[in-house]
């Protein structure tokens, strides 16, 4: 379907596009014929009517028409003209107005360098004033230059004119462009040559061709069609585009979700990863970093640093005595109250089960134990749990390697100094 509609129409619409061209070109043809017989219906018109004395006559026969004219000088304009009637042939007066040429069939005769006047009256009911015919009349005018004996002109009719003196013989004047959708009378008449003239123009035939559609027309309608098409697949591409347009902006949102959805899990898990989901503080994962940094900048410059690791006493008892929730209770407490008085730079994390340690960079092991024991004292002195003291053990070590595992286990080992002295007690190494 898409197929069709984008691929194939253009190239059918150029197809159609030529061939509508040559057909008009090499078709379209439509003529109305006017032989001439013996019942062929035609007029004398002369100058009598305008008080003038030439003296035209028709003579009709098998195949053609005959105008015998002798002019008269006399005050006003010599003529002799035959009026053929075009509405015998037709029900109504003639439209030429779709017709090109008019092509006539002549014998001329002893001319005298005069011209053919060739007129085609056009009747228009709508021309003001005057009930008389001529009133209602618009002479359309072209001259024809005979070349003396039987030829054929074609005339085309865009060429024919108003005369201006059919303009101003008329009072209430009339436009001077030429109309010929409905010819009442073809009128051939003598020239504008005043010399006296005595001659013979024959008629054969007479006809009018044209296209059914003029070749104007034809290119505007032509030129419409594809000025529409365009603007109809500018609009039918726009849309598309735009659609295109929202269904990548709607995903384009969506997969903004999806991503700042997963950049929050990803933050939350990463901070799951090295934090204690009870307490709150760092794992042993989220001490690494910390400790990799005080490592290497000991390694570099001998910076001080000291751990200090501390125990609940007796948690056991605390849990089987008042329940695991009341043991969750006190590590969480003792975290918070710890966590408060540490300094910044002090990095406090839960080492696993009721077992905590204070990681404390640029401190000397003598700065460490006044921590330590502070912080002893506090928890000795919090009523973490009614009518029961809670306590804890310490172990300090100052860092002198480069090696984590050995800090530990000093500190480690000083805890358990602490544990075996009787509890509540700070011991370091
Ligand atoms: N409520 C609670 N209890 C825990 C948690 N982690 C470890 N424990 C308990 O802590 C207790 C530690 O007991 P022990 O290692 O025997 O140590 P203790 O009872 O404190 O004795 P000392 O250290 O020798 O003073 C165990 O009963 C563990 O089950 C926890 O997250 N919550």
Redesign the pocket.
Known sequence: MKYCRQEIYYPLLVVFTISLMLWQQFGMNMSLNYPVDQHFNATALNDDINGGASVGTLKVNDANVTLHCKTVNSHTFPFCSMLIPLKAKLKQYADLSKFDTLTIDLTTVDLRRDTVLIYLLNNEQDLPNGNDRISHTRANIQAINPTIGRAQYQLALNQFYVPSWWVFAKPYGIDTGARLDNVEYLQIATGDNRSLKDLEITLHAFSFSGKWINARDLYFLLLSLWIASIVVHAIFLAGKMRNKYIISKNKTEELNKINSFLSIERDKYKTMAKHDP?TKLLNRAGLSSTLSTLMSEFSHSSKAASLIMF???????I?DQHG?DV??QV?VSISQQVAEVIRGQDVFARWG??EFVIVCPNTQLKGACVLAENIRSLIANSPLIEQQQVTS?FGVAQLNSANIDTWFKRADEALYKA?MNG?NKIEFS
């Open positions: 009870l125990d609940i006493d007796h948690f056991k008892q849990n695991h043991g969750d590590l089960g009721e053990s544990k509890r």
